[in-house]
């Protein structure tokens, strides 16, 4: 039996409606956390997903809460999709106690395991195998779930990818691999080592699992393909892959100086046409002072969630050194002089 | 005699146990499912416990990440590796994966994962299937590094290591897999789970080792014995957390200390061993700490030369000697 | 302007007898191997390539002797194929001076630099990307030659071997990866990882580059579709791979109890069928008084060599700690007490 | 001043003059060619050298192993590993190819490749982009491991890194490339490639250090030199080969010896340094040998928690305090 408040979003308006705040919710999540950084109030990198709100939403959305996600460096949008509270990964950025990780991960090692967020990991693809085997250990521990990996283009070309592609086709496990395909691997063009769009699904193909493409700047789209690829993942146990297709529209971190290698304006012209979140109002429908009124909204609670994260405590100095080994274990440490 | 074990069978007859007492226990690695293990350590398991010893493509990195998956979700997977030098391709998922997920985490996440690998030249496989690394994990926080000499301790040892909630990279002995014979005995350690041994008391100098050196040291002994050198055989069997409160107390007696391993002895674990001894046991000591250990050369195939890198007895002989004499 | 002696094999009759030579060649030397292992005159490990012949001499039978190779740990075909001399192999089996690495090395690490046999890698797959990176640079240096890099169907689950694949896709690189499907990595079966024959080079195919199957049993087969595809790779600059099938007829390693999980006389049924030894000798097709002759010959030529092996010296003990970096290096060392 | 460079720069100028001077090297890594390294250190040279600084796709293994192909066919690659955390996806080809390949070849290959990686803490990265392995690679028989501190050594190390025979693992320092500034000056080292420099001398304690913490070891020094500790600061340039007659040459004038790094303490290379001094220079020796290093933990994010982690002036002063009073 699944609990109502289990199941994923579907195709009802309110459901869409969903997907659709949810990408507001990520777009106002890390435009604040760019306001921080520029206003100085903040440190460390931050890899913003901007444009790439459809992959997070739409693919989350299919999720139940029970399910399991891992991410990249660049994981903002999937955290706040799969439930985790702004206000703690605000605080985790600013360092501090209340953060998801008390301020000893930062960016790019968000974790948040009740809502099901294994965690980003920033070496990059390295979190695949983590959601294969914490998905095939979970079938066996006989719950009826799913875990979605997150990986970018780049890290496609990383071999613990491809290794555990094939140990998911040997040993069968209930994983979606979802390749957001942003056109760029830092300054690398996708095209140099890829190809064209959808040939790493192609590529994936060769595995002997499903692997589909599909364009990352309609969320509806991207949940239809997601829901149905999950669906297959939960109901037989094999792995899947999709890869969505987007544009970094940001530089690759906050002050990388992508003018070196992109023509400055690239990402701008791609929100113009491509903007999931535009494209989303269009197709719901929703008039602008709906939209607009979505959008305040969600923006209050970010700010709010920052103003609250600020309420925070500096994690203490002598958590640095404590929580690297189980607590039993360091406590006989503390008493042998280790 | 009945009870006897090799140290081979010890490592399986622990996971048979651990197998059997808790159902989180899994096993994952190349050949050890269909083949039982190129070391036979999981001979016969596969059978016993279905679908909880298995085969796994070869892909080690993705082996162990699917392994703390795995952990993520509820299990404690043991992984062999099936020699140690193969390790190498599995090195990010262990360090920036295993030992630092907990700390990364806020302690969200545990990792109690064990990976089993065998180490030691002398059985003749040459300069990619023989290095000692237990240094490398010993320097990474977050990991405990394990390394028994006998069997009971690898009986023992991984008994406990599995239920460590922390990721333990556990170095067994291939040379002593089947020349080592013993009983399990009743029960682990003494003191706490990571206590040393002393494998033999003696007044004149302490030999700090483990693994395989634990046996050399020890024959060495015997025959300073008959010299009148009493030595002292610490077997660290933990290389990280070692015991420091042991090393302590045997080196204000014997106020003499060489540390004997068979990784390369240049930045090996006996240069920590030494150095805090140096520093903490400053004025125990009475003449210079030594080290023995493996030359800065890789393991060559040909046997004759590979007796030249690995330190056996008589050269432990020879360096107590020295030491004893100061 | 190609120095005739450099010209790889091409169909004439003499040509193919060539082929058939190396074969039985290499036999010779494994069988011989074999029989000082039984006799406790050697020790070490043995991996037999017995019953995939076809494959070290149908592909290194298209190379010029400019061109280089890697292999695996089941690389004495390889070896023998590209011009190492069985005393060599043999003395460095024993441990001796006379050895190809001094004794230092054993039988997963043979190297012939001078007959561009660059060598064995006793870890899975770890010789792919040398193979690729001395094609590049020698490319770059200004030689038309080409780099052929062994691996097994195992193998082919490696990180590092998709890496590869992808790397020689982005920056090209005059190689052809020979992929040895021997049916089995160890115990492994590969259907159970890979699937039917043939499934391999599907795989390799997703990487954007040639990839052909061919059945192993046949020399001449082999060597066709290798000539051509070599052609095209020295023409071209750019990679492409060959998946080989055969079976594996003797244990994993001289010791290995396959007993646990094949079935005991597997290996033989598969050389009363398939052996590409008899192939060839039907194909050449030679009487069986000349295909005698010169089998006895070559088993001379062995056993000589075998002999002259053991008129070598054991490597001197010095030689244990030496060698390990430049000579200059470690006279610096010797000078100043490292 | 016109003569001063960055460190950054000084890496930079180095891969150029290099690049310009032998046509054998090429340059090889992540973001290091259309970007111009995410530290600057190839910025200009993709264009000045076309078709020698060259993008790889994110596949560390394969490109160290593809690096070590092309020495092997006779070129000098220079592989930039982007953080020195990452280099754990290429352990294999660096320890069982690069390091092991002369050997094994029985001195038929040699792997003339620099693996440039860069290390430390203080920049906010993280425990994923912050941890200090050198000692790692410094137990890997067959590697040299260079870490230098200032921008003459970040020049001329590097230049002569890349003409070594051997392959050298390379260890910058992100926390100096835009914070360290200097002239390269007319030459490398004084006396052999591999000596250590006396950074600052002085006759009552010596510092040994390299990388960043040469220039905390100094600041301590200047302050420490206030009270009447006059320290000798030893900066080892390699930590391997280490200059053992410039540390025997040092402590048996002060008779006092610390060893600070970044790197854990724990089974780090200071544990190298002292256990050979505890055994060379026992009788050199008024005091315990002391270390200063980091604490067994991973780097963590927040930077006041990092600052906690990393060794600096003051935790230096207080240390060598301590030393000197002994
Ligand atoms: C193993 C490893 N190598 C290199 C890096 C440095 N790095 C971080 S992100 C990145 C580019 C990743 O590209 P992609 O996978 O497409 O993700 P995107 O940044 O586009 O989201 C690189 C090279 C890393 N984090 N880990
Ligand atoms: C990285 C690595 N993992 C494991 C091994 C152990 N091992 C040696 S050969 C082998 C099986 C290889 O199978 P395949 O690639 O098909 O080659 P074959 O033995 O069939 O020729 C294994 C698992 C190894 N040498 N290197
Ligand atoms: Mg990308
Ligand atoms: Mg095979």
């Known amino acids: ?338 | 005699m009945a009870g006897e074990l090799k140290y081979a069978e010890a490592i399986r007859r622990a996971l048979a146990d651990e197998l059997a007492t808790d159902p989180a226990v899994v096993v994952m690695g190349q050949e050890i499912e269909a083949l039982g293990g190129v070391f036979t350590a999981t001979q016969g398991l596969a059978e016993r416990f279905e679908g909880r010893v298995l085969d796994t493509p070869l892909a080690e990195s993705a082996t162990v990440g699917w392994a703390i998956g795995a952990a993520m979700a509820g299990l404690r997977p043991v992984v062999e590796i099936m020699f140690m030098d193969f390790i190498t391709t599995a090195m990010d998922q262990i360090v920036n994966g295993a030992a630092k997920l907990r700390y990364m985490s806020g302690g969200q996440v545990a990792v109690p994962i064990v990976i089993r690998t065998p180490s030691d030249a002398g059985t003749g496989h040459g300069p990619q299937h023989s290095q000692h690394l237990e240094t490398w994990f010993a320097h990474v926080p977050g990991l405990v590094v394990a390394m028994p000499s006998t069997v009971a301790d690898a009986y023992w040892m991984l008994r406990h290591s599995i239920q460590d909630d922390n990721p333990v990279v556990f170095v067994e002995s291939k040379y002593l897999y089947f020349r080592e014979s013993g009983e399990i005995g009743a029960t682990g350690a003494a003191d706490h789970p990571y206590a040393a041994r002393i494998a033999r008391s003696g007044r004149s100098v302490t030999i700090v080792t483990a693994g395989r050196m634990v046996a050399e040291s020890l024959a060495a002994a015997e025959s300073l014995a008959t010299e009148g050198i009493d030595c002292e055989v610490v077997d660290l069997r933990f290389i990280w957390p070692y015991d420091r409160e042991a090393l302590t107390e045997s080196v204000e007696r014997t106020n003499r200390l060489i540390v004997v391993h068979e990784a390369v002895g240049d930045f090996g674990w006996g240069g920590e061993v030494c150095s805090w001894a140096a520093s903490e046991l400053f004025y125990s000591l009475d003449a210079p700490i030594r080290r023995l250990a493996a030359p800065r050369a890789p393991i060559p195939f040909a046997s004759h030369l590979e007796s030249v890198i690995v330190p056996d007895r008589s050269a432990i002989e020879s360096a107590v000697r020295d030491l004893a004499r100061h």
């Open chain 1, 1 to 338: 039996m699944t609990n109502p408040s289990e199941m994923p979003v579907g195709d009802t308006p309110s459901d869409r409606l969903k997907l659709y705040e949810t990408m507001v919710r990520i777009r106002e999540l890390e435009t604040g956390i760019e306001s921080l950084h520029y206003g100085g109030r903040m440190h460390g990198s931050f890899h913003s997903s901007m444009g790439q709100e459809a992959a997070a939403a739409g693919v989350i959305g299919c999720l139940r809460p029970t399910d399991l996600v891992t991410s990249t460096h660049r994981g903002h949008g999937h955290a706040i999709a799969k439930g985790m509270r702004p206000t703690t990964i605000i605080a985790e950025l600013l360092g501090l106690q209340q953060g998801s990780s008390g301020g000893k991960g930062g960016s790019m090692h968000l974790h948040d395991v009740a809502c099901g967020f294994l965690g980003e990991n920033a070496i990059v693809a390295g979190g695949v195998p983590w959601a294969a085997g914490a998905a095939w250990a979970s079938r066996r521990l006989g719950k009826d779930l799913v875990a979605v990996s997150f990986v970018g283009d780049g890290g496609v070309a990383q071999g613990v990818l491809a290794e555990t592609l094939r140990m998911a086709r040997t040993w069968g496990t209930p994983l979606l691999v979802a390749c957001e395909n942003n056109h760029l691997a830092h300054s690398m063009p996708v095209e140099r080592t890829f190809g064209e769009p959808g040939s790493i699904a192609g590529w994936a193909a060769g595995f002997g699992m499903r692997a589909e493409y599909v364009a990352g700047d309609d969320v509806f789209a991207v949940h239809r393909m997601a829901a149905e690829m999950i669906d297959e993942v939960r109901a037989t146990g094999r792995a899947a892959f999709v890869e969505i297709e987007a544009w970094r529209v940001r530089a690759h971190s906050l002050n990388d100086p992508d003018y070196r290698y992109l023509a400055k304006d690239l990402g701008k012209s791609y929100l113009q046409t491509h903007d999931p979140i535009a494209n989303a109002e269009r197709d719901l429908p929703l008039t602008e002072a709906d939209a607009t009124a979505i959008r305040e909204r969600i923006a209050r609670e970010i700010a709010e969630a920052i103003d609250a994260a600020f309420e925070g405590q500096a994690a203490p100095v002598r958590s640095a050194t404590t929580g690297v080994y189980s607590e039993a274990f360091e406590q006989e440490g503390r008493l042998r002089g280790w």
